[in-house]
């Protein structure tokens, strides 16, 4: 045999097709007319196309294994590859752009696009959970020709340009030989049908668009950005062909009292002083109901209580959050004689050594004194 197409491609005789199709690639990269125009590398470059026109078809690279003349039996000599017509003119186009062109028609039905819409719940809604009711506007399966886009009594035809390949070929002549090229057809869009008559309803679309309402669980724990998938419920795609996804963006709306961070809850109850030095209740509208918050004597501002298990039940897992209650003492900035007499005396008595919160004998009476004089009593 006077030419080893396995040794011209540089593989081994057992090599697969995908090892075959690399090296022709890395080769005709290195060889083509274009990037070295030598008359030698020209040469060169005709043995690899033949090579692989023979050994990238099974027939022909039977006939060679067994030892025969796969071209002269298909009608072809070393150079057949390009003056009849060059069969793999797309592999050459492969090897440099790094992908083929898909051949055959386009299928009418394709999935359609996802859709996102954005929902705003309270705080309430968030740490607990609930049910909403939404309305959607999305393309929907036309139901006057069921997504198949012709009118009723009709139907789409074989195109007469390409026949149904949804293709058309061009023969031109290059240095190269014979290059036959393939282009989507002008006629149906590369669909290998046309629609001669239209659905009146949806322009041959196969889908419209239409309002729905859908009911959506909204799952304990959600925050800000939180994106629901509800799948299929998207847009109908083109032909009628499945839905995509429709995303539900929860917007959580900010709480007059509480602030959330994480899965905890933070709030500020502001006191008067006479209330932090010698303790009290301060009642708070909680997520979960009325409680009462207990102020130690002596609480100072900015201190806080942490109350367990009363913030935003965790998403992922049991449990719920924290309450944090950040006490703020109020400081009076107007007061009358009495009033600043009796300061001025609990000053006195009370001495900087003693520790914050503590009261000698007969303190806790002026102290009480001082409370009823702000409270007006």
Do not use: W
């Amino acid at each position: 045999m006077a030419t080893d197409y396995y040794a011209v491609l540089g593989v081994r005789r057992d090599a697969g097709p995908d090892e075959i199709k690399k090296a022709f690639r890395r080769l005709a990269r290195e060889l083509h007319p274009d990037v070295n125009p030598d008359p030698k590398t020209q040469e060169r470059f005709k043995e690899i196309n033949a090579a692989y026109e023979v050994l990238s078809d099974p027939q022909k690279k039977q006939v060679y294994d067994l030892g025969g003349d796969p071209l002269s039996a298909a009608g072809g000599g070393a150079g057949g590859g390009f003056g009849g017509g060059f069969g793999n003119f797309s592999d050459i186009m492969d090897a440099f752009f790094g992908q083929s062109s898909q051949r055959g028609p386009r299928s009418r039905t394709r999935r359609g696009q996802d859709a996102m819409i954005r929902l705003e719940i309270d705080l309430e809604e968030a740490a607990f959970g609930t049910t909403k009711d939404i309305q959607v506007d999305t393309a929907v399966t036309c139901g006057t020709c069921n997504g198949e886009g012709a009118a009723p009594g009709t139907s789409a035809q074989t195109c007469d340009m390409c026949r149904g390949r949804g293709e058309v070929s061009q023969v031109t002549r290059s240095f190269l030989g014979q290059v036959m090229t393939s282009r989507p057809c002008p006629q149906c869009q590369g669909f290998g049908t046309v629609v001669p008559t239209p659905c009146p309803e949806c322009a041959g679309d196969g889908r419209v668009r239409s309002r729905r309402t859908l009911t959506v669980k909204i799952p304990a724990g959600v925050d800000n950005g939180t994106r629901i998938q509800l799948a299929g419920e998207g847009e109908v795609g083109p032909g009628g062909g499945p839905a995509g996804d429709l995303y539900v963006e929860i917007r959580e709306t900010p709480h007059p009292v509480f602030q959330r961070r994480g899965d905890d809850l933070h709030c500020t109850v502001t006191i008067p002083m006479t209330a932090a030095a010698l303790g009290t209740k301060c009642p708070l509208e909680t997520l979960d109901g009325l409680e009462e918050i207990d102020i130690r004597p002596g609480t100072q501002s900015g201190q806080s209580i942490p109350l367990h298990q009363r913030g935003i039940t965790h998403l992922r897992g049991g449990g719920r959050g924290d309450l944090v209650v950040h006490v703020e003492v109020l400081t009076p900035t107007k007061l009358d004689p009495d009033q600043e007499d009796l300061l001025r005396r609990l000053a006195k008595a009370r001495g900087e050594e003693r520790p914050t919160g503590q009261f000698a004998p007969g303190q806790q009476g002026l102290f009480s004194r001082l409370k009823d004089a702000f409270n007006g009593r």
